[in-house]
């Protein structure tokens, strides 16, 4: 049997493989630091290509289902983007140009012939995170011991994506494990961030989060376990949507921690467009993926809450700002994005009052107190058959002595010393939920807190290795609440310099601030979370979409 | 401090203390076996009394609704009915007459005043199993250990009740632990069936089916983690549903195996008539639990699944019946009903045809597994307060050699070996779904299966001690499928004769063939369970009234 180590080199050398010899560029030195613009300025792609890689998810599907575009002509143009963006990033894993452009030739054949779209996505390219099995694909997740496993049938979301008439192209990497908020693997090694390419790209939906970023997809496919959608989010400056549980099927894709039945992972849409939020959940969701999952939520689409029709119809909402978790402040350029959402809701006529958090410590110490249950074992059982090494630190050339914020080293537990923990977590989430109908008091709209804008993470993208704390994006997994991550900012060493701070909530807090170099998070984007309750994606959509409306608005008056 | 038989003796005579001496009857002899007409005839009952507590909950409702009856008079009737049943059969734990009629002369008050109800359930009493927490009151769920525990305040579904215009005026019996399938403890004894003393009302939930089937209350609430709604419902000839998790909220209510997040308890109905269990569904369901409770699912009353909208209205349905589950054969009066279902559907229109069951004693096991891996523990953890002993039979005067089917003896198991169980039940729930899926090609209606009809148990009421298997209710805990139970007949001696058999699937399926006597089981009730989806609660109440309807059409021209 050959090494873990030339099964991880035969599989990348098959990557490069599969990319077609005209489409590559002339990579910019290591030096270059943000690629972003890149994918317009190298010259491989079209004025046209420009135009439809440019275009947002809305005006894509309007295209399409007019007619005006083809699903080939999109799917190309996409396409040729995430050669270039992989080239500029490393950001796919599976590549398969020809079946996704045969399925595109088909859309457009159904449409010619019947003068109507195939679904609600026609001919929208889509990446998927490499767990989304394909038939007939291999699916790594980041594991040499998964190289050659070829899935015997589709994840359901793929299906019914395929059944919505979107055309998936792509598939993009993710670190070992999943476990992790950074993007590199024994096999694919290392996903950059394309505003500045000596910071992360978040993770686990790394891939996803600096392929949307360069526009290589119009939408993507992320997991979240503890921020996997909304950290490569935040990273890479683009939007996200963490659902709550089973909202979104989850059936035959891989994952981690399989059988861990307290705090689950869900999938969900990545997107450089505000529209392709409520375009993927309402498509998926009106597909009734509950009749293809046992675990997806036998819940419609419910168009009166994306009306907010209990709440005002959107006119007067009250948001509530968390400025920081109690646990760490958040770098200078984050409240400046915080201060710019308030200042502009207000200005939009919403009342913006204070979150206050509780017990955010003792929910991501519970979170990691379950995952570790048996986190451990599972991914040593997993990584056994190659005998490939576990990453147990993403710092690059470390000599593994840091110390990684999950990474679990010890034996784990029982299964009642584990029930222990998920008991004291619904007791919080009780509490939690007690907490946030107690603010009618203080909204001024007759209702509790509508949602909490807060950030999500204490810093934008960090240098790769040093995204260790995840709780403000962790702790809404706990509490299994809707959470969406859109754009505000950039970090501009000009405005956002770094603030001398007397006191510090304790040792941690201190060493988040010291992290915080002007220069070094440069052009690094700042973006924040909507927060709402419990299964409220529609709720939580339309409130994403008064804010980025706002903020727009606001922009463009600037 | 005092033993725990002191502290269960004193706590025994403060219930009986607070009977009324004049509602004492004189009970019949313990050879008085079948004492269901004794309410009828005891005295205690006023005319109008019998004529309120044989009212059905449609019935009642309106009355209540019209000013017709009073709130007060309906209490005073199923209180002073509950208090004969608990002469009779035991079924009672705390009783707060007081405490009811002040609040159904709060509800009279109410209506006078404004000439409205306060909610859909005005006036309706409700007797809630010892689980739902009242503030002020104990709560000793069958624990010696609880004894003088007083609630701080309502359980989540106790509050909601009160706002739908309920009164809660008893609670009902328990097993130690509530993980079994009759109803013992060491505070209160055991609760036997109205239709013959000498069989067991079935469990958990047993002080309700015993209760509601002496029409003691209209309605009350049980809870279902594996057939512990359902087993007392059939024991006791009366209607039942088992909701799907997080339906019905269970915030703030007691329970056994906290914090086990894999096959979660949920509370649903026991009511005597058809028509209770839209009535709780859907006044629970509209009041938004989920605002009140995170584990309740956001998921609104759905009228169109209600009417059957997608499913032809419900005029022509495809049920499909399962004889046996593969594991045991059940006793014939079992089959007969079967049969007797079978016919009536039939001759109402509906296609009628087998379900296979796949992967029945798998799910069963794992279900068990799962439990097991910390259920000890957790028993031993809540009974060392006072040293009361752990029941682990339920067989009178047992030497307790009997190995009983839900009393773990050993050590539990890690948390990485139950996520493993757990992950199989997953596949399993998957595997599930496509078989259900898959009898599109069977049922002539176009769509797959609409409701599974089969066995709540593979007997009647057994004699106590004796309900030993339970996998025809639990396979749809761990599928999470919303089950009801209806009544069809119950055993007549001179029809259900003992039928020999010559093959047996196993030694097990030997023994449950053996245990039929026609005698021992004379009048005991004989129900079937309608079976439906996930989630599908408006859909399975819709059909089982379906099924009763044609059931008392045919019962009428018989």
Not at 36 to 48: D, N, R, S
Not at 117 to 134: A, F, M, R, T
Request: hydrophobic content about 40%; aromatic content about 8%.
């Amino acid at each position: 049997m050959p090494s873990w180590f030339d099964l991880a080199t035969d599989k990348k050398q098959r990557q490069q493989n599969v990319i077609p010899k005209e489409w590559l560029i002339t990579p910019p030195p290591a030096s270059t630091l943000n690629v972003i613009g890149i994918p317009e300025t190298c010259g491989l792609l079209t004025p046209q290509e420009l135009v439809i890689t440019n275009e947002d998810v809305d005006g894509l599907l309007k295209k399409l289902a007019s007619g005006e575009w083809t699903a080939v002509a999109v799917t190309t143009a996409f396409y040729k983007r995430a050669i270039i963006a992989q080239q500029l990033v490393n950001c796919l894993t599976e590549i398969f140009v020809e079946r996704a452009l045969a399925r595109a030739a088909e859309l457009d054949e159904a449409f010619k012939r019947t003068g109507k779209v195939v679904g609600p996505l026609h001919g929208l390219p889509i990446s998927l995170k490499d767990q989304l099995c394909i038939k007939g694909l291999e699916t790594t997740m980041g594991y040499v011991s998964w190289i050659g496993k070829y899935a015997e049938k589709n994840a359901v979301l793929v299906d019914i994506l395929e059944e919505c008439g979107a055309v998936p192209f792509v598939r993009t990497n993710v670190p070992q494990t999943l476990m992790w908020p950074e993007t590199s693997n024994n096999i694919f090694g290392r996903t950059t961030n394309p505003h500045n390419r000596s910071l992360t790209s978040g993770g686990s939906s790394g891939g996803e989060g600096a392929l949307v970023a360069l526009r290589g997809s119009p939408m993507g496919v992320g997991s979240d376990i503890g921020g996997s959608v909304r950290i490569p989010s935040a990273c890479c400056g683009v939007y996200g949507l963490r659902p709550s549980y089973g909202r979104v099927p989850y059936g035959g894709a891989l994952n981690s921690l399989e059988g861990q039945d307290s705090i689950l992972s869900v999938f969900g849409p990545i997107t450089g467009s505000i529209s392709g939020l409520k375009a993927f959940m309402e498509a998926v969701i009106k597909a009734k993926p509950w009749l293809k999952d046992p675990l997806a939520v036998r819940k419609k689409w419910d168009e009166d809450e994306y009306q907010l029709k209990d709440r005002d119809n959107g006119r007067k909402l009250c948001f509530a700002i968390m400025w920081d978790d109690g646990v760490c402040v958040p770098h200078p350029p984050i409240t400046r994005a915080l201060k710019r959402v308030q200042a502009t809701l207000t200005n939009a006529g919403h009342n913006v009052i204070t979150w206050y958090p509780i017990e955010h410590k003792r929910l991501g110490d519970l979170t990691r107190y379950i995952w570790e249950a048996g986190a451990s074992e599972d991914f040593m059982v997993t990584a056994s058959e190659t005998g490939e090494p576990i990453i147990s630190t993403m710092v690059p050339d470390s000599n593994e002595a840091t110390v990684a914020p999950f990474r679990p080293k010890k034996g784990g537990l029982t299964a009642y010393q584990l029930w222990q923990f998920q008991k004291e977590k619904t007791d919080l989430r009780a509490l939690y939920l007690q907490h946030w109908n107690s603010t009618v008091a203080s909204t001024g709209t007759g209702r509790p807190v509508d949602a909490i804008i807060c950030p999500a993470a204490p810093y934008p993208a960090t240098p790769h290795g040093h995204f260790r704390y995840t709780n403000y994006t962790t702790v809404w997994n706990a509490l299994d609440y809707t959470a969406s991550i859109f754009p505000v900012t950039t970090v501009d060493p000009a405005i956002d310099v770094k603030q001398p701070r007397e006191n510090f909530i304790d040792a941690f807090d201190k060493q988040v601030h010291e992290m915080y170099q002007p220069e070094v998070f440069r052009n690094a984007p700042v973006c924040l979370q909507v927060v709402g309750r419990t299964l409220d994606e529609e709720g939580v959509i339309a409130m994403t979409e008064i804010v980025d409306a706002a903020l727009k608005t606001t922009n463009k008056r600037l």
